[in-house]
């Protein structure tokens, strides 16, 4: 995917360390003059980076998590790199409406908010991406 690079961070794969992509993902786009996006963007980032962590290798000791953004003319997109492991490519699954729902929302709020996503197999780990419409 050719776009024009905004930035690229790699974050420890732990739960201490999303905060530090939300503020990553907020002030990078304050910076490139998208501030109006940068709400959604940084809560799909943050999904995408807890599930990482959560499902993955990139949450085992000394995981690591990739974010990088890049300007489309009309988007936004996020990547997000994980090293891989048990976890297949991500899909929706369950009902995130459920009152007993504890968890599952993640990938249902990236399927409502982004304009398009999906994920692939890249290297040993998963590339999953997603962009937002700029406004």
């Given at each position: 995917?050719?776009?024009?690079?905004l930035g690229l961070?790699?974050?420890?794969g732990t739960v201490e360390e999303?905060?530090?992509a939300r503020h990553y993902v907020r002030s990078l786009l304050a910076r490139?003059?998208?501030?109006?996006?940068a709400g959604d963007a940084e809560l799909l980032a943050c999904e995408c980076v807890s599930n990482a962590i959560r499902f993955t290798r990139?949450?085992?000791?000394?995981?690591?998590?990739?974010?990088?953004?890049l300007g489309l003319d009309d988007a936004l997109r996020v990547e997000i790199l994980n090293e891989g492991g048990a976890s297949s490519i991500?899909?929706?699954?369950?009902?995130?409406d459920s009152d007993e729902a504890e968890s599952g929302r993640?990938?249902?709020l990236i399927d409502a908010l982004a304009k398009e996503w999906g994920s692939m197999s890249y290297g040993p780990g998963t590339?999953?991406?997603?962009t937002i419409a700029r406004t």
């Open positions: 995917m050719t776009g024009r690079f961070i790699v974050f420890p999303v905060p530090d490139n003059g998208s501030p109006a996006i990139s949450g085992a000791r000394g995981g690591r998590v990739a974010v990088k953004l991500p899909a929706p699954r369950g009902n995130p993640g990938l249902h590339l999953t991406w997603f």
